[in-house]
Structures are given as C-alpha cells and as structure tokens.
C-alpha cells in the first residue's frame, strides 16, 4: 500500500465519520415515528411510479437500497440514543437526512474499493484483493430482498426442532412464531395499501352517516366519531400506518409475545458500540445494532424499523437468545442444527424429487488417504447426480469485514472451500475405478 493510498483512505475514513455524526444529529431531532412515516411514504410513493417500467427498474431498486441503507441509520441512532424531548417534525431536515444517507453510502463504497487494493491480507492468494472487496460490497449492500410472503414458511421450518424449548422460553412454538414474522412481513408489504383501504372505508361510511342525517359531513362528524368508536379507531390506527410508521409496529401487527420482542429489541440508548470513539464510530464499518438486535422499542412498543434486518437476523438474534436463556441446551441444539440442515433439501423439495433416488449419510474411502470419508446427501434423477453438501451458518461472522477480515476468510474457508472440497473429494471418489 502506497503513500497516496494511504491518505485516500485516512481521507475518507474521516469523511464517512462526519457524514455520520451529522447523520446521527439530524436522526435525534425528528420524532422517530413521524421520521418512520415519511420515509415509509417516501418508499410508497416511488413503488407506485410506473411511468417508466424498464428505465424505473434500477432506479427503483436503486432508490429502495438507498431507503434501506436510512433505515439502518435510523435504527442504529435510536438504539444508541435517550429520547430528547422537544423535538419537532421538519421535513426539511428529512430531505437533508436522504441526501446525507446517500453520500455516505456512496463515500463507504469508494473505500470498500480503495482499501481492498493492495490489501495486507493474504488468505486467498492473489484473490484476495478480489474477496476482500466482495466481502466489504456485501456488508454494505446485501439485504433480504427476498419473497415475503415465504417469511413464515422459512421460519416454521428452521424452528421446528427447537419447538419444545421456544414453548418452555416463551409460551409460544414454532408455528405461532413464524406466523408473528409472517405477519410482519406483510404489514411491511401491504400495510400502507390496507390502511389506505380502512381509511376510505371509513370515510364512505361517514358520509353515509352524514347523508341519512341530512347534515353536511363536518357537521356529523362529532356525532358519527360518538356513535361509531370502533370505527373511529380503526380509522386513527390507519393514519397511524399512513404517516407515523406504524406499519412497522411488531406489537400491533402480530401475535408475538412480549418478551420474545424484547429480547430482538434494544431500548433507546442501550447501543454503546456503534458511535463509540475509536476509528470507523457511526460508520457502516463497524456492526449495525440491527444484526445484534432488529428492534426497537419506542414508548411501550416494539417497531421493526427497517423491512430486511429483522427477516436477515431475526433467526440468528432468536437462536443467539434461546442459548442465552438454556445454555444446557447447547450441544442438543447443535444436534438438532445439523440433522435439521442436511434434512432441508430433499424434505423441502420432496415434490420436485419424488421419482428419485436419495441417500443421505454416503460413506467411502477417500482414494488418496484411504480413509472413509461422508457426504451428506446424494440425488440420483435419471442420469442426473446431485451431491448436495449442507452447512449451518453458524460459522457466519456478524463481524465487520474491515475491523475483522480474518473471521469473514474463515467463515468463507468454513462455509464455502471446505463444501467445495468435500464434494470434490466424492467426484475424485468415482473417477478412481470404472465402478465404485
């Protein structure tokens, strides 16, 4: 690494920490739920844009990582900040707020870039200059932008072999939790569009009120709002999911226990990490509170703020708790990890597969050590084979790839080379006779 580069990347370092500490002054002086709702509306009125599908498409998706990349933010401050009291709505700052989100998302790449050229590390070879950028890009950028409509499936599926010990922790097993994810998963995709619908539901209502009365409609409304409070209530939470944020209210929108929310959950203020003095405070560098924690809780509920972390680390933030809360549960869990994740393939797909021909624990000798040797699953359809290797993830690093790279080399050597070199181990296995 040359001087100049040095002083690019010192440059930008101490770029990306003023973008950020402004960032954080500006997230603290707006209420966070009628910062919630803008953002939010922000989001709902760029996915009803269709006046240019093919030139909309990246800029959506653009504009949408963008959004994501701000709720973070807002997610991280209000975790690592006290509620100040006083503070106002100005939109104004929202739209500074957006643009400061923007440039430091944008001064963050310039450094995943430069400082992965010419790299100190030397895991991979010479590919790790390569690796290490992916790993820094993907730290940045990859977010569950996935099907939302499967949250529960997936969720039904990987609890379901802890589902005794999530009954005795919360009251609650595996089923009723997918189903609390499920539900936040589409308050989050159609919630703004329902309370769109209960809004004018309400207000056709009234107007009927009105007509049968014989009265103007601000003059019935008093007595309509009197003689119709449920109604009235379900009309003020729509407003709410309009324009406070309550669409990512978990309370509300699900049947989740309360202290299963907390323990996903940070109070305000709780986060000392993130903006603590010390190169990379407040920057996409260090681990966002939300991979710890994806909630947060605000006044006396418990708010999802942005729409992927709580999908992303959901499930590890769960587990993390269910070992915290029955350490004696350890070594059955890992039991139950393993037989769970080498099961999913041919279980999951058992209708795609049901002409084939599965084993699964596949024993052999290793030609060249002579040792035996297991693959897990192996698929046969026709004349087609399929060596499916499977791993937990627990090896995945929730460290950051700058502050940590030789933990993220080791969970890609885990995760990654070493499936590899198992499968390729069997594929060696059956070119060593004309009949193994």
Request: proline share 3%; glycine share 4%.
């Amino acid at each position: 690494m040359n001087i100049e580069q040095e002083k690019v990347i010192a440059n930008l370092l101490k770029e990306m920490e003023q973008v950020a500490t402004k960032i954080r002054i500006l997230i603290n002086g707006i209420p966070p739920e009628e910062l919630l709702g803008y953002i939010y509306g922000q989001l709902m009125m760029m996915n009803s844009n269709t006046t240019s599908p093919e030139l909309s498409s990246d800029t959506q998706n653009k504009e949408k990582n963008e959004i994501q990349f701000l709720l973070e933010y807002v997610h991280a401050v209000l975790a690592s900040d006290v509620a100040q009291e006083y503070v106002v709505f100005d939109e104004r700052k929202c739209g500074e707020l957006f643009a400061l989100s923007r440039n430091l998302r944008e001064k963050s790449m310039c450094f995943a870039m430069v400082s992965s050229i010419n790299t100190q590390n030397k895991d991979f070879g010479s590919n790790t200059a390569d690796i290490e950028f992916q790993a820094k890009s993907s730290w940045l950028m990859l977010r569950g932008n996935r099907y939302q409509v499967l949250e529960g499936e997936f969720y039904q599926y990987v609890l379901a072999p802890h589902d005794d010990v999530l009954k005795d922790i919360y009251g609650i097993g595996a089923i009723e939790i997918a189903e609390g994810f499920q539900q936040l998963a589409n308050a989050t995709r159609v919630g703004q569009a329902n309370a769109i619908e209960e809004m004018m539901k309400q207000f056709q209502a009234a107007q009927d009120f009105a007509e049968k009365q014989n009265k103007p409609l601000e003059d019935a409304m008093e007595e309509w709002v009197e003689a119709n409070a449920q109604q009235t209530k379900s009309a003020g939470l729509a407003v709410d999911d309009m324009l406070r944020g309550g669409i990512s209210n978990v309370s509300r929108h699900t049947k989740l226990p309360s202290e299963l929310l907390a323990d996903l959950a940070y109070s305000r203020g709780e986060e000392l990490d993130f903006f603590s003095e010390g190169d990379f405070s407040g920057t996409p560098y260090r681990t966002l509170p939300a991979r710890k924690k994806p909630l947060i809780k605000l006044g006396e509920d418990y708010y999802a703020v942005d729409p992927c972390f709580i999908r992303d680390a959901g499930y590890r933030s769960l587990l993390f708790n269910l070992l915290q809360k029955k350490p004696d549960y350890k070594e059955a869990f890992k039991e139950r990890q393993k037989v769970m994740s080498e099961a999913a393939f041919p279980e999951i797909l058992a209708e795609q597969l049901s002409g084939a021909v599965i084993y699964q624990e596949v024993y052999y000798k290793d030609p060249k050590t002579k040792q035996w040797a297991e693959n897990d699953t192996l698929v046969l359809i026709d004349d087609v084979l399929y060596l499916v290797e499977a791993k937990a993830g627990a090896a995945a690093s929730i460290a950051s790839p700058e502050l940590d790279f030789k933990r993220h080399s080791q969970s890609i050597k885990d995760l990654i080379i070493k499936a590899y070199k198992q499968c390729e181990r069997f594929f060696e296995y059956l070119k060593s006779a004309d009949e193994v």
